[in-house]
């Protein structure tokens, strides 16, 4: 069973332009990661957020927590067409086991 | 050379088959995973472990199988493939510290199953 699901499932934005994508989550979580997925490649992972932490900052990502709300979404700020991806969340619910979402797929015309 | 290494990357086989995919590392770490990648599912884990003398299920572990037989080394084996068994399969890895970890992954394998 998924525990994320990610809202919207796709996503296409004009270079520059702001991208948010969201997360909802259905069990308390330990923490909470954010990963993107390139055409064929592996995922690698973005940023790590602490059931006690609402927001963090990487560069041009920003990521936010609401525990009451058992949501998170994402921010990525002034983006690029390198940015075109899938984007997953993964929840951490118990000792470093992930449950991944099903993705957000992010476009970035030049 | 990369952190984490599958092989193969591609594979195509028949129905019926024993297969083996092989995932090793050089990061040092003892927990390692096996997930499987299909369209629109997001990834699925099929089987963990935490260190070489522990192996877990996952959420998906039926008609697979697998072998720590090192640190360093997680093998996934099916026993007799299946078409449904047709996806992307990655190995990934993590440390054990405390506070939750990021997982490293490899960069896949494709299985088609005929």
């Known amino acids: 069973s998924q525990q994320g699901e990610e809202d919207p499932q796709a996503l296409s934005i004009q270079e520059g332009e702001n991208a948010t994508m969201n997360c909802s989550y259905k069990?308390?979580?330990?923490?909470l990661q954010w990963y993107r997925q390139n055409s064929g490649r592996g995922l690698v992972h973005l940023i790590l957020?602490?059931?006690?932490?609402r927001e963090k900052h990487s560069g041009r990502l920003r990521v936010t927590l609401d525990t009451s709300k058992k949501s998170s979404s994402l921010l990525i700020t002034a983006s690029r067409a390198a940015d075109t991806a899938s984007y997953f969340c993964?929840?951490?619910?118990?000792?470093?086991?992930?449950?991944f979402g099903q993705g957000t797929e992010l476009s970035v015309k030049p | 050379d990369a952190d984490v290494t599958q092989t193969p990357r591609n594979r195509i086989t028949k129905t019926g088959k024993r297969i083996m995919l092989e995932c090793s590392q050089t990061?040092?770490?003892?927990?390692m995973y096996w997930y499987r990648q299909d369209p629109g599912l997001g990834l699925r884990l099929i089987y963990y472990?935490?260190?070489?003398?522990?192996?877990n299920k996952g959420e998906i572990s039926d008609g697979y199988s697998v072998s720590r037989q090192a640190q360093a080394k997680f093998s996934l084996s099916l026993e007799s493939a299946i078409p449904n068994q047709t996806a992307l399969y990655f190995c990934?890895?993590?440390?054990?510290?405390?506070?939750?970890?990021?997982?490293?992954f490899g960069d896949g394998t494709r299985l088609s199953i005929l």
């Open positions: 990934a890895t993590s440390d054990t510290a405390g506070g939750g970890q990021p997982q490293h």
């Open positions: 069990t308390s979580i330990n923490n």
């Open positions: 957020i602490r059931s006690n932490e």
């Open positions: 993964a929840t951490d619910s118990a000792g470093g086991k992930l449950i």
């Open positions: 990061k040092g770490h003892d927990r």
């Open positions: 472990s935490f260190d070489v003398k522990d192996i």
